[in-house]
C-alpha cells in the first residue's frame, strides 16, 4: 500500500511565498509522473502543475512564472513552490501521483489535500 503525505500549507499575505510538499511511503517500485491539483471553494479541482519522471514540467496559464514543481526521487517526494501569491491561489492542494509498487501497473494515488489561504 502507498500514502501520500501533504504539508507546507498556511496563511500567507499577498505576494508571500510557499512551499508544499507531498512524501510517498509504502511499496514503491518508481514514481512516474507527479501533478498537483487546487479546488477552491465551490469549484471543481484544476490541474496547477505536472513533473514527469524525466523532469518534464507543464503549469496552468495562471501560476506559469509564479510556481514551481520539483521533485527528488531519493526521497519519494513532489515540491510546489509558490511565490507572488494572489488571493484566487486560495483553495484545497492536492498531489496526485502515478506509483508502480510491483514495476508491471500504475496506480493513481491522491494526498489528503492541504489547505492554503492568500489573504491579508
Known amino acids: 500500500q502507498v500514502q501520500l503525505v501533504e504539508s507546507g500549507g498556511g496563511l500567507v499575505q499577498p505576494g508571500g511565498s510557499l512551499r508544499l510538499s507531498c512524501a510517498a511511503s509504502?511499496?514503491?517500485?518508481?514514481?512516474?509522473?507527479m501533478r498537483w491539483y487546487r479546488q477552491a471553494p465551490g469549484k471543481q479541482r484544476d490541474l496547477v502543475a505536472t513533473?514527469?519522471?524525466?523532469?518534464?514540467?507543464n503549469y496552468e496559464d495562471s501560476v506559469k512564472g509564479r510556481f514551481t514543481i520539483s521533485r527528488d526521487d531519493a526521497k519519494n517526494t513532489v515540491y510546489l513552490q509558490m511565490n507572488s501569491l494572489k488571493p484566487e491561489d486560495t483553495a484545497v492542494y492536492y498531489c496526485?501521483?502515478?506509483?508502480?509498487?510491483?514495476?508491471?501497473?500504475?496506480?493513481?494515488?491522491w494526498g489528503q489535500g492541504t489547505h492554503v489561504t492568500v489573504s491579508a
Open positions: 509504502g511499496t514503491i517500485f518508481s514514481i512516474h509522473s
Open positions: 496526485n501521483v502515478d506509483i508502480s509498487s510491483s514495476g508491471v501497473n500504475l496506480v493513481n494515488y
Open positions: 513533473i514527469s519522471i524525466g523532469g518534464s514540467t
